[in-house]
C-alpha cells in the first residue's frame, strides 16, 4: 500500500520533548525529500522541515530553527522530527510529505 503514516503526537507540557515518526511503504522512499508540516486551528498550513532525499541538507522554519530536528533512515523507510523546548504555539496537526503524498497527521498539544 502506498502511504505514510505518522506517529509520535501526544500531550507535552512547556518545555518538553517528542519525537514524531513517518514511516513510509509503496514508493521509493530513498528517491526523495521529505517534509513536515504542521496545521494550527485557524492557521495556513506552514513548512516545518525539510530534508533532502540523502538527508545530507536540512532546512527549516524560522519558528522552529534550533528546537526541531529532521533525520531520516532510508533503511527503515522512515522520517523523523525531534522536538525540544515544545512551546504552546508549536500546538498543531503535524504531517509529513513526500513523493507526491500526505501522511493522516498526528497531533501535537503543548500544555502551558
Known amino acids: 500500500q502506498v502511504q505514510l503514516v505518522e506517529s509520535g503526537g501526544g500531550l507535552v507540557q512547556a518545555g518538553g520533548s517528542l519525537t514524531l515518526s513517518c514511516a513510509a511503504s509503496?514508493?521509493?522512499?530513498?528517491?526523495?525529500?521529505m517534509n513536515w508540516y504542521r496545521q494550527a486551528p485557524g492557521k495556513e498550513r506552514e513548512l516545518v522541515a525539510s530534508?533532502?532525499?540523502?538527508?545530507?541538507?536540512?532546512r527549516y522554519a524560522d519558528s522552529v530553527r534550533g528546537r526541531f530536528t529532521i533525520s531520516r533512515d532510508n533503511a527503515k523507510r522512515t522520517v523523523f522530527l525531534q522536538m525540544n523546548g515544545l512551546k504552546p504555539e508549536d500546538t498543531a496537526v503535524y504531517l509529513c510529505?513526500?513523493?507526491?503524498?500526505w501522511g493522516q497527521g498526528t497531533q501535537v498539544t503543548v500544555s502551558s
Open positions: 530534508i533532502t532525499r540523502n538527508g545530507g541538507s536540512t
Open positions: 509503496g514508493f521509493a522512499f530513498s528517491n526523495y525529500g
Open positions: 510529505t513526500g513523493g507526491g503524498l
